[in-house]
């Protein structure tokens, strides 16, 4: 490190059994696999990688228009399109195995079996690091939040998918529960090693020309500045209650953004809808959390964890 | 249909505004200088544009690329909502940054001797690269054109340079033959029997043409439009439904091989 810079800082964190080189992730469902980012990202420089959501087998996705524009963000209901966990391990993994950087794979599932089917699946694969389970997905009829808004399915999904992975596992809250504490506190029993939030606020868009909603499933996720006030709370009230390492997300543009998730308690944070308003994004965070560090005299960026006065 | 190599680099530039003059009500002619996605694009691709740096609204939006002249690009685009509003306020001199060249754009088979270019209101954006790429390489280009009135006619200046042939039709006759557009493809399909069509415009016009092509016999290509979030490939949010499954518009497409589209009346397209 160039000494004129200042001081080195130390922007390594740990999750699980994983250790990241700095706590700036991609969030589930916005980076594809990565390879679509190649040219405006440098993998290696990224604290992990968490690809699209995966269930066992492919997944259509929710009928077109998937996505609609609102204030400061945006809603989807792309339905976990995916080409199921066999492709996957096909085509992305191989790729991915080849990219000096950490791989989160997202877990969907319709059913507890779904879920545990998809993790043993992937338990087998060396070049997966950790595992997050979504029991938070707002887009799909069937399983997806539902598992995450119940204290006792919530802790049933970790449970069953812990005893079939030795693997990290990050089990993905929703934001859409009355009390997201309990939600965390039940799947940290059940032997999560982290849990990460918050997935997309449940939302509608209505055309006032058509009177029709602006998505063709009625109701979708929100995401993007939006929503960040509201995912900063919960991630400062889950940190509190559980003592696993937070991942945090929602509305993260850019490295002060990241600042305010790990001061509210996060470990680590993911980069979602910025990477479409900028596919380089996540670049930028990693680039800007270590200046901020620097200019504040911080010589670890784990320093800043929970670090928000009363 | 050869597919993008995924390998194609996608570029991040910083562009300047050269011009931004209003054609015709509610349409502009942006004119920006990008050397660098200039030097590559292909007719038919697009570049994924940030209007925005502020949080009022944060995604880009997806503009074809009209023309290439030298180091600037053009762009036809149509004052539709928050985006294009904004998009009309930038004045020369302005900086701007786009994602690029993006997307599948036209494919011109070996052997074409005459091609029909069919573009329905702004879809004539797409086609003014494609008319003089065409024309260069030496096919006979007819032009049917179709919009609301005369001056929606948006491209003319392009296709009366390149195309040998224009036909316009307007729906209320202020130009051309009144009517739909389609009208004219009927009969320019039987009387300058085209080797291939290429389309462009509202989709329920486009799916008439590709099925009037289809009776001809005549293979065709068809532009489509998504709403699009990432623009490259990432988010799946502008699917269309193929015969070879679910492809994304932005990197499969927007041109598709029309017999390849599966049209499904249960999309709602993106309103125009
Ligand atoms: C590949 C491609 C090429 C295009 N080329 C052109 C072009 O050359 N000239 C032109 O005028 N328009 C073009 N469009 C359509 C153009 O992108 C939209 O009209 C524009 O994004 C509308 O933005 P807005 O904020 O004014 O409208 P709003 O309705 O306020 O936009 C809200 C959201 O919807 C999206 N959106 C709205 N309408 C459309 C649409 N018809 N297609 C796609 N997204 C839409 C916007 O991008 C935005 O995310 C193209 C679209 C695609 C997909
Ligand atoms: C288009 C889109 C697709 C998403 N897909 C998934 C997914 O497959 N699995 C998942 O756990 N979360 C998914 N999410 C949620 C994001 O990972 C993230 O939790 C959320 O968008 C909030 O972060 P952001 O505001 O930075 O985007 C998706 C979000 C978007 C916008
Ligand atoms: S716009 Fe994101 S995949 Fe096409």
Redesign the pocket.
């Known amino acids: 490190m160039d000494s004129s810079k200042g001081i080195n800082v130390d922007m390594r964190v740990r999750i699980g059994a994983l250790e990241l080189r700095n706590p700036v992730m991609t969030?589930?469902?916005?980076f594809a696999s990565g390879k679509e980012y190649a040219d405006f990202v440098d993998l290696s420089r990224l604290g992990a990688v968490?690809t699209?959501?995966v269930s066992m087998k492919p997944w259509a996705g929710n009928a077109s228009p998937r996505?609609a524009e609102t204030a400061s963000?945006?809603l989807?209901s792309?339905g976990?399109q995916?080409p199921g966990v066999e492709a996957f391990c096909a085509k992305d993994l191989p790729w991915l195995a080849t990219q000096d950087v950490p791989v989160i794979v997202?877990v969907?599932g319709h059913s507890l079996a779904e879920y545990v089917a998809v993790a043993e699946r992937l338990d087998s694969e060396s070049a997966v690091d950790a595992l997050?389970v979504?029991i938070?997905?707002p887009n799909v009829d069937e399983g997806g939040m539902a598992f995450g808004t119940d204290c006792t399915s919530a802790a049933d999904v970790t449970r069953a998918v812990r005893a079939v992975t030795s693997k990290t596992l990050i089990v993905?809250l929703s934001p859409n529960v009355t009390d997201v504490t309990e939600i965390a506190r039940a799947v940290e029993a059940e032997g999560a090693d982290a849990v990460?939030l918050?997935?997309?606020l449940l939302g509608m868009a209505i055309d006032t020309d058509t009177w029709k909603p602006k998505l063709a499933r009625s109701v979708g996720?929100l995401?993007?500045?939006a929503?960040?006030p509201v995912?900063v709370r919960m991630v400062w009230q889950v940190a509190s209650a559980v003592s696993i390492p937070v991942v945090g997300?929602?509305?993260?543009m850019n490295a002060e953004d990241a600042v305010e998730f790990m001061l509210a308690g996060a470990t680590a944070v993911?980069?979602?809808?910025?990477n479409?308003v900028d596919p380089g994004a996540t670049m930028r965070v990693v680039d800007g959390l270590e200046q901020y560090c620097r200019l504040r005299g911080l010589d670890r960026v784990s320093a800043m964890t929970g670090a928000v006065s009363r | 249909m050869t597919l993008p190599a995924e390998t194609e680099r996608k570029l991040l530039e910083r562009v300047t505004v050269l011009a931004n003059d209003r054609v015709t009500e509610g349409v502009g002619l942006l004119v920006l200088e990008s050397p660098r996605v200039a030097r590559v694009v292909r007719p038919g691709q697009f570049v994924h544009l940030r209007i925005s740096t502020g949080t009022d609204f944060v995604l880009r939006r997806p503009f074809s690329i009209h023309r290439v002249e030298e180091d600037r690009l053009h762009i036809l685009y149509q004052v539709l909502g928050t985006g294009t509003r904004a998009l009309a306020e930038k004045r020369r001199g302005e900086e701007m940054d786009l994602i690029g060249p993006l997307g599948h754009g036209w494919h011109i088979p070996d052997g074409v001797a005459h091609a029909l270019l069919v573009a329905g209101g702004l879809g004539a954006a797409p086609m003014g690269m494609l008319a003089e790429e065409l024309s260069a390489a030496g096919v006979a280009v007819t032009v049917a054109q179709g919009a609301p009135c005369a001056d929606r006619l948006v491209g003319r200046g392009v296709f009366d340079a390149t195309a040998r042939r224009v036909e316009t039709a307007t729906d209320d006759g202020s130009e051309g033959q009144r009517g739909f557009v389609t009208a004219l493809v009927e009969s320019l399909l039987v009387s300058d029997r085209p080797d291939i069509v290429y389309v462009c415009g509202p989709e329920p016009m486009a799916r008439i043409v590709t099925a009037q092509a289809a009776a001809a016999s005549v293979p065709c290509q068809v532009s489509l439009e998504r709403l699009m979030?990432c623009g490259i490939g990432a988010?799946?949010?502008c699917v269309v439904t193929t015969r070879d499954g679910q492809r994304r518009a932005c990197v499969d497409g927007p041109v598709f091989d029309a017999e390849s589209v599966v049209w499904d009346t249960s999309e709602i397209p993106p309103k125009h």
């Open positions: 969030a589930s469902g916005t968490v699209k959501g996505i963000g945006m989807n792309i976990l995916n997202n969907s997050e979504n938070s997905c993905k990460s918050i997935n997309t996720g995401s993007g500045p929503i960040k995912a997300m929602g509305g993260i993911a980069v979602g809808t910025a479409f | 979030a988010c799946l949010s």
